[in-house]
């Protein structure tokens, strides 16, 4: 299993990034996938989680309204499109797969900043 993230950066408050997270190693479609974020000095949290069709989609409260979970079941990559960031929105983001075992890519830094 392979998760690679991209799409970070930095961003002036109120506006918009889209992380991508590139899977490969297994069978993308069979899969839920989720977007986890790490502040300094806090603990990881789950941000948006998306069902394997693309059905069902759960978010954070704090990012409810303003984050967008999605994925392209053809391409196997899983997207987060985030708007009207915050600066408490600064945290790597990581991309995660359950298949068999928790999987996770190498995260992508976002500074929301001015």
């Known amino acids: 299993v392979q998760l690679v993230e991209s799409g970070g950066g930095l961003v002036q408050p109120g506006g918009s990034l889209r992380l991508s997270c590139a899977a490969s190693?297994?069978?993308?479609?069979?899969?839920?996938m989720s977007w986890y974020r790490q502040a300094p000095g806090k603990e990881r949290e789950l941000v948006a989680q998306?069902?394997?069709?693309?059905?069902?989609?759960n978010y954070a409260h704090s990012v409810k309204g303003r984050f967008t979970i999605s994925r392209d079941n053809g391409k196997n990559t899983v997207y987060l499109e985030m708007n009207s960031l915050k600066p408490e929105d600064t945290a790597v983001y990581y991309c995660?797969?359950?298949?068999?075992?928790?999987?996770w890519g190498q995260g992508t830094q976002v500074t929301v900043s001015s």
């Open positions: 998306i069902s394997n069709g693309g059905g069902i989609r």
């Open positions: 190693g297994f069978r993308f479609s069979g899969y839920a």
């Open positions: 995660n797969a359950v298949v068999g075992t928790t999987h």
